[in-house]
């Protein structure tokens, strides 16, 4: 046996208890406090998001369910517009500066999440520009009014005399009358009218 190796071999008569060994400490406690520690609700639900975007843009998966997926992001967008960014505004209209568990502040939450939103916004146009030149060579296409022939007009024309315009409510909006109640997920036209020839409105 080489020196090398007697080196590291114990013969039998050693001591064990004196063979110095070095003690690991446990290690420390985390900090519950740490906002390194905690995902933001918000950034995170965005991310949800960008998944389910992500679908949308996956050439395998089927071409319907990808106009699907890019709906559903749109709508939960809308919805995170109305209740969480909603929300943070409120706060911020109200004074509040105290950070939530992850550090960040209200005003800090809706910066962070414009800069996200407006990656997914570019995205978005992205995969519905693809979207729409994989619809078309399957003959479904977006067209204006102007694009369709006659008879189609017409019957598009008389759809709206008899289901939509029935609905209509007209709602005045002057010094005489308060702001009218807008209702949630409406469709909503803002019409300006004047005198045929005048300048007031």
């Known amino acids: 046996m080489n020196d090398s190796t007697s080196n590291a071999v114990l013969d039998e008569d050693t001591d064990i208890s004196a063979v110095d060994t070095e003690e690991v400490a446990p290690p420390e406690p985390p900090d519950l406090d740490d906002p390194a520690l905690y995902l ?14 992500h679908e949308a843009a996956d050439p395998r998966t089927p071409l319907l369910e990808r106009v699907k997926f890019l709906a559903i992001v749109n709508n939960n967008i809308d919805e995170f517009f109305m209740k969480r960014i909603g ?84 709602l005045a909006m002057d010094p005489a009358h308060p702001f009218p109640f807008i209702s949630n997920l409406a469709l909503n036209l803002l019409v300006t009218l004047r005198y045929p020839g005048g300048g007031e409105t």
């Not at 800090?108 to 060579?137: N, P, S, W």
């Open 40 to 53: 933001n609700r918000e950034l995170t639900w965005l991310a949800f998001n960008q998944r389910v975007q």
């Open 87 to 170: 929300g943070l505004k409120q706060q911020i209209a109200a004074g509040v500066h105290t950070p939530t568990v992850d550090g960040r502040t209200p005003g800090q939450q809706v910066e962070e999440c414009r800069a996200v939103l407006a990656e997914m916004q570019a995205e978005q146009e992205r995969i519905f520009q693809a979207l729409l030149t994989a619809l078309e060579a399957h003959d479904i296409r977006l067209v204006t009014i102007d694009a369709l022939p006659k008879d189609a007009r017409e019957r598009l024309r008389e759809q709206f005399r008899t289901d939509i315009f029935p609905m209509i409510t007209p």
